[in-house]
């Protein structure tokens, strides 16, 4: 790591690191005084961010020094906790774990893995491992209330749930953007910073941006062109569109042709979605259907991007299904300007035909028998399998960043039966609305003091980009980093016990995933040994990735030691063909149409013969300085007028009764929440938006700051018993309401 001395003091220095805040990855540049960061600025010498920075990057040393974030594991006695050593926190857990395991199995124990997993090297890595050793089948995690169907649709066209083609942004001259606002989120599956940025760089060299939305956003403003959808009706948009390039031969899959199964089952299953029969389903005229497949057929590189707004609906898996053929139909699939697949570096290069087709489904719950999804079950079963009594009910959970009481869907349920736990081990910084109701919290030492790099979020960037940023701080002894959290908890679930050695149990791992590569184990692990925990596994992964040294066999290639060195990030360049290579279903091309999805067609056209009804539909909304609940407690990103209002069309305020400033109350068939009133024209009428992410004001929350600011939950009032049937992923867009004016 490169630090600068600042002054003749050894404790001010300047480094330069990565945001985990956000899948934005941007570069930072930190100025500590006395060891104290004291500035932190956007690094203009990052090869990807070139100096942007968003709020929440810029509170990156407010969360870390924050007062309430938890330094020493907590026990509960009682109604309170009480502060804990490691040693007694692990003691405690290994007891109780092993009295619930000894009486009721394995799976009475269940894991919850929240949003900031994804953002967390140590999570990445050392989660899975961690999982594996609990041996359970009740995983659940914030995927199923986000992009599970993003996974579900990339599994099965192109044999891989982490197969994600993203919108190459910087090449692009036509970019339909349905469900997302990259001005607000920095870009989802599609790491990008300065999104915005990005987005005006494609307008000013000619292109062209239509955002599809049921609200204008940021984004929409910025947009040639705003379409007001339904909600939750772009699967009939999508379905519609395909339907207008058969039926005016502008199917044009280029290079694609010859890695393609199923393009005559597409052009069947289409024929009945006319725009004619879809517009009203979906609030678009059909001419305008039509013109936005001519436009995306006739450009010379465009791509179609679909973000959270498609996937938290009913239809979920199929409108990602739709984008990905689209792409595919106008040729812009794994080519410049379109959508491409990025090569991190700690993935391969190609990958080999799986003959053992990707399945969902390989496992049911308990209850009512929901398949699982990438090895979990969908997060709205949950509270079914904690509260059904009978062999195999969860007796504990597990949770790891993760705050479900705020996040699911029917959080009331959610939250009364995290209440009625035996057992609740939370690994957490703070005490939150969820981690209120643990028996022990481990609380991970801050983001100052631990390495990151964001392996889960290069998957996703539109350029092939490598950045790893060393801890800044040295870690306090009274605390532990993530990867040491989880490999004791790891050891107390394989029977191993709580006094296990970590570095032992390190050792072990390195070597379980070394044992395969065929002659060489002794060799690689001695090179291995300079570090331990993730780096370690991330040394192995670069080195044996596309651009890796190969441990000696490619003397110019890649491993952490040289990444190390390239302080403000390593650039491969832009993104590049990967068809075939990619593709690893059994036939070795991109399954157009899996009967799965085929037949989930006859659940959709059912929905075109429904009458429509006067209820409002819910959707939510996101701001630049929210993400996850972690970032709710930190003064900058709560500052300023309430974010936390009920946006209405003034059509539906007038027939309603509503006044702006006013207070209404929104109801729904799991809750009733009364909240200020914002009439705008920037919602279509029909439509009532709210923000996620709030709530925090509950007793026993230990977040100042968050509960001087609580807000209201919007999941108070979410569904459930509402959710896409193919990914399991909640429905948390297009929620029928009922709105009346609280006076």
């Known amino acids: 790591m490169e630090k600068i001395n600042s002054s003749s003091s050894p404790s001010d220095f300047t480094t330069f690191r990565t945001c985990p805040l956000c899948e934005a990855t941007c ?9 104290k960061a004291v500035s932190v600025r956007g690094d203009k010498k990052d090869v990807f961010s070139k100096g942007y920075l968003c709020p929440k990057g810029a509170a990156l040393a407010q969360l870390h020094d924050d007062p309430d974030r938890l330094r020493h594991p907590l026990i509960r006695t009682g109604s309170t906790f009480r502060e804990a ?46 999982l594996r050793a609990l041996n359970s089948k009740n995983i659940y995690s914030a995927s199923t209330v986000d992009q599970m169907p993003r996974h579900v649709s990339c599994g099965f066209m192109f044999g891989s749930p982490v197969s994600i083609p993203v919108p190459d942004i910087d090449r692009s001259t036509h970019l339909i953007i349905l469900g997302a606002n990259p001005m607000a989120s920095n870009g989802s599956i599609a790491t990008a910073p300065d999104f915005p940025g990005r987005l ?73 979605f006319t725009p004619e029969s879809v517009q009203n389903a979906c609030g678009i005229p059909a001419d305008v259907i039509r013109r936005l497949a001519g436009e995306l057929a006739a450009a010379e590189n465009a791509a179609v991007y679909g973000r959270m707004g498609i996937s938290v609906n009913r239809f979920g898996t199929a409108a990602n299904w739709m984008v990905d053929v689209l792409n595919i139909l106008t040729g812009n699939l794994d080519r410049p300007g379109g959508v491409m697949f990025p090569l991190p570096v700690h993935m391969p290069l190609e990958t080999k035909p799986d003959k053992r087709k990707w399945l969902t489904g390989r496992w049911k719950s308990r209850v009512k028998g929901i398949g699982e999804i990438k090895g979990e079950f969908p997060i709205h079963t949950l509270c079914d399998e904690i509260e059904t009594p009978g ?67 290069y998957n996703f960037a539109v350029r092939n980009i490598a950045n790893y940023s060393p801890p800044d701080l040295p870690k306090p002894s009274s605390e532990m980093d993530l990867w040491e959290i989880l490999y004791k908890l790891s050891a107390i679930f394989k029977g191993l016990g709580a006094a296990t050695d970590i570095s032992v149990f390190d050792d072990m791992t390195i070597e379980n995933l070394v044992s395969n590569t065929a002659g060489r184990s002794e060799e690689i692990l001695t090179s291995l040994k300079q570090y331990s925990g993730p780096d370690r596994i991330l040394d192995l992964m670069i080195r044996t990735g596309a651009y890796g040294d190969g441990f ?60 429509e009804t006067q209820e409002l539909l819910l959707i939510g909304r996101r701001h630049l300085r929210t993400n996850n609940s972690w970032l709710a407690n930190i003064p900058s990103l709560v500052a300023g007028p309430s974010r936390c209002t009920l946006q ?72 459930e018993a509402q959710f896409d049937p193919v990914s399991g992923n909640s429905m948390l867009n297009g929620v029928p309401v009922t709105v009346v004016s609280a006076a």
Request: net charge neutral; glycine share 10%.
């Open 85 to 130: 050593s490691w040693e007694d926190a692990f003691e405690y857990i290994e007891n109780a774990f092993m009295s619930i395991v000894e009486k009721h199995g394995r799976d009475a124990v269940a894991a919850y893995l929240g949003n900031p997993c994804s953002h967390m090297l140590a999570a990445n890595l050392c989660g899975p491992i961690m």
């Open 648 to 719: 209405v069309h003034p059509e539906d305020a007038a027939r309603i009764g509503l006044t702006d400033g006013g207070m209404a109350t929104i109801s729904s068939r799991t809750g009733t929440l009364t909240v200020p009133v914002e009439i705008t024209q920037d919602v279509r009428p029909g439509v009532v938006c709210f923000p996620h992410g709030w709530g925090h004001d509950q007793d026993g929350v230990a977040m100042k700051v968050a509960r001087k600011h609580g807000g209201m939950n919007t999941n108070l009032i979410t569904d």
């Open 391 to 457: 062999k195999g009910q969860i007796k504990a959970l597990l949770t790891v960043a993760g705050n479900p009481a705020i996040s699911l869907p029917n959080s009331a349920r959610v939250d009364k039966a995290l209440a009625g736990l035996d057992l609740m081990i939370s690994v957490d910084y703070y005490v939150n609305a969820s981690t209120r109701h643990a028996h022990v919290i481990l609380p991970p030492t801050g983001p100052l003091t631990t390495a990151h790099f964001d392996i889960a979020f």
């Open 200 to 272: 005006r760089a494609l307008k000013k060299r000619g292109g062209r941006i239509v955002v599809i939305d049921p609200r204008r956003t940021r984004t929409a403003e910025l947009a040639d062109e705003y379409i007001a959808i339904r909600p939750g009706s772009d699967i009939f948009l999508l379905l519609a569109m395909a339907n207008v390039l058969f039926a005016e031969k502008k199917i044009q899959p280029g290079r694609l042709a010859e890695h393609i199964n199923g393009l005559d089952a597409i052009e069947k299953a289409v024929v009945d």
């Open 552 to 611: 000696g066999r490619n003397p110019e290639g890649l491993n952490l030691e040289k990444l190390k060195t390239h302080v403000h990030g390593l650039d491969m360049g832009p993104l590049k063909p990967r068809i075939p290579g990619i593709l690893n279903t059994p036939s070795g091309k991109i399954e157009l149409a899996p009967p799965l999805f085929i037949k989930d067609l006859e659940r959709i056209a059912s929905e075109l013969i429904k009458k």
């Open 27 to 35: 570069g930072l540049e930190i100025t500590y005084k006395k060891g």
